[in-house]
T-cell receptor
Framework: AQRVTQPEKLLSVFKGAPVELKCNYS??????LFWYVQYSRQRLQLLLR??SRESIKGFTADLNKGETSFHLKKPFAQEEDSAMYYC?????????????FGSGTQLTVLP | DAGVIQSPRHEVTEMGQEVTLRCKPI?????LFWYRQTMMRGLELLIY????????DSGMPEDRFSAKMPNASFSTLKIQPSEPRDSAVYFC???????????FGPGTRLTVL
């Protein structure tokens, strides 16, 4: 069975500091990994996916199959980055994108 | 498009009562997902539909939970009878096609007293 672990429930950094939100996964197949974000009073929305290899709002995430990790990084955090972040894993097969979510990390960027 | 619509946004009920949560997916989306979010277990997939047909309900906690999708624009998640441990935020999401992004609704916060 697949599992996603986000070890930090809460993370605080100062504006301008680097930030890294950790995500580790376990899955016997070939995974597809995502980061979702939920800003205050807004819906859960996709931030980025590993297959896209893109940077969104300054965030990047690299899939490390050796370490089974998909950490989310940003070199200079902004106050508007404060939100709840969820790492999610999708089975590579099946009839739809079934997502398994981590427990989430609440990021607070302090002024 | 208003996105995925869920109602009610908040529901407070007493143990033993029937609860019905509603979802309207984005028009044209053929997949619909129901999730539950709790502090203890995070976000869990309960059930999903493809073209109104339930495909996988292995995440439904027990027989008290049931979900239907009578047409492409409406789905319900029903809990009967409700229990305090069912208190959670229930999200509905929809997507177009097998491998596309899931769009989430605002969620329904359920409190069972």
């Amino acid at each position: 069975a697949q599992r996603v672990t986000q070890p930090e429930k809460l993370l605080s950094v100062f504006k301008g500091a680097p930030v890294e939100l950790k995500c580790n996964y376990s899955y016997s197949g070939s995974p597809e990994l995502f980061w979702y974000v939920q800003y205050s009073r807004q819906r859960l929305q996709l931030l980025l996916r590993h297959i896209s290899r893109e940077s969104i709002k300054g965030f990047t995430a690299d899939l490390n199959k050796g370490e089974t990790s998909f950490h989310l990084k940003k070199p200079f955090a902004q106050e508007e980055d404060s939100a709840m972040y969820y790492c999610a894993l999708s089975r590579s097969s099946g009839s739809a994108r079934q997502l398994t979510f981590g427990s989430g990390t609440q990021l607070t960027v302090l002024p | 498009d208003a996105g995925v619509i869920q109602s009610p946004r908040h529901e407070v009920t007493e143990m033993g009562q029937e609860v019905t949560l509603r979802c309207k997916p984005i028009s044209g989306h053929d997949y619909l997902f129901w999730y539950r979010q709790t502090m203890m277990r995070g976000l869990e997939l309960l059930i999903y539909f493809n073209n109104n047909v339930p495909i996988d309900d292995s995440g439904m906690p027990e027989d008290r939970f049931s979900a239907k999708m009578p047409n492409a624009s409406f789905s319900t998640l029903k809990i009967q009878p409700s229990e305090p441990r069912d208190s959670a935020v229930y999200f509905c999401a929809s997507s177009a096609g097998r491998n596309n992004e899931q769009f989430f609704g605002p969620g329904t916060r359920l409190t069972v007293l």
